[in-house]
Each structure stands twice: as structure tokens, then as C-alpha cells.
């Protein structure tokens, strides 16, 4: 059985930052790629960034340049960091594996906001 918590998440002014932590419990997280995905209010939950195993990166257009995702296979833990905030970031925000396939965490709000 996978547990997926995050934390981090929290109120901060457009241009701001935070970073964003998911405690991976279970035997897979070694061998699989993760990712980070968000739902905002009305929306359906998307993508944001994913990284392998061996630390391949991808990232939403919206998200690019601004975002990075990082990985402690030591820790069983994946990060997002998360610089240049803006409004249309807020969400709450969740960790997976890239297919998305464990069972949902809470999940983490951010809030963009002046």
C-alpha cells in the first residue's frame, strides 16, 4: 500500500515562492517516476511536472522556467520547487506516480494571492 503526503503549500504574494514536499511511503517510489499535478477550483486536475527514476525532467508549458522538481531516493520524498508565483497557480496541489495510478493524497493548497 503507497501513502502519498504532501505539505508546503500556503498563502504568498504573486512572485513569491514555496516549495512543496511528498513523503512517498512503500516500495515503488525507487523504481518510479513521480509527479506533481493541481486542481484548481472548477478544473479538472492536471500535470505539472514528472521525473523519472533517474531524474528526468518534464514540465507544463505553464509552469516552465519557474517550477523544479527534484527527487531524495534516499528519503522516499519528491519536492517542487516553485519560484515566480502567480495567481493562476492557485490550486491545491498533489504528488503521484506519473500514471497516477496510487491512491490520491490530500494534498497541499497554494494560494496566490495580494
Known amino acids: 500500500q503507497v501513502q502519498l503526503v504532501e505539505s508546503g503549500g500556503g498563502l504568498v504574494q504573486p512572485g513569491g515562492s514555496l516549495r512543496l514536499s511528498c513523503e512517498v511511503s512503500?516500495?515503488?517510489?525507487?523504481?518510479?517516476?513521480m509527479a506533481w499535478y493541481r486542481q484548481a477550483p472548477g478544473k479538472q486536475r492536471e500535470l505539472v511536472a514528472s521525473i523519472t527514476s533517474g531524474g528526468s525532467t518534464n514540465y507544463a508549458d505553464s509552469v516552465k522556467g519557474r517550477f523544479t522538481i527534484s527527487r531524495d531516493n534516499a528519503k522516499d520524498t519528491v519536492s517542487l520547487q516553485m519560484d515566480s508565483l502567480k495567481p493562476e497557480d492557485t490550486a491545491v496541489y498533489y504528488c503521484?506516480?506519473?500514471?497516477?495510478?496510487?491512491?490520491w493524497g490530500q494534498g497541499t493548497q497554494v494560494t496566490v494571492s495580494s
Open positions: 503521484n506516480t506519473l500514471n497516477g495510478k496510487q491512491s
Open positions: 512503500g516500495s515503488i517510489f525507487r523504481i518510479t517516476a
